[in-house]
């Protein structure tokens, strides 16, 4: 004989359940969002990819893979929190949320101590700017770093 109540989802474990299942849908994109912002008549994006790759010109920094990669532990316990949160009564879109705030912090972090790039900038550059320091000129860069949240598999 099965045991009275022990087989039966509670209406706070259903809203747990809810958001879990919200949680899988959606995804977090962190750096820059296509014609978010423009500088001298060039989105944003672009300049943000150039410097991550780099150019026929100019060094790759990839700064956006390097805020990941220095803070793979920092990122997963900070995901980890955020799903112990969905189950204690947040929502996945406070989960999401949070998640991109932090990341987007990452980001400009790493752009903040751009001056340990092991390629400087160069000689007409350090002139035109007036600093040695590499991804920071306007300031631009770093103030344009953003998340979006989207369903997974979807959105631009």
Known sequence: MASKGHDKITPDGKKIFKQIEELKKMQVRVGYQKGAAAENGVD???????????????PARPFIRQSADMNKGTIEKFCAAQLKKVTQGGTAEQALNAIGVMQKGLIQDTISKSKEWA???????????????????????RQSASYVIVPKGGGD
């Open 119 to 141: 390629d400087p900038n160069a000689p007409a550059t350090v002139e035109r700017k007036g600093s040695e320091q590499p991804l920071v000129d306007t300031g631009r860069l």
């Open 44 to 58: 944003i994006l672009d300049i943000a990819v150039w410097n991550e790759l780099g150019t026929a010109r100019a």
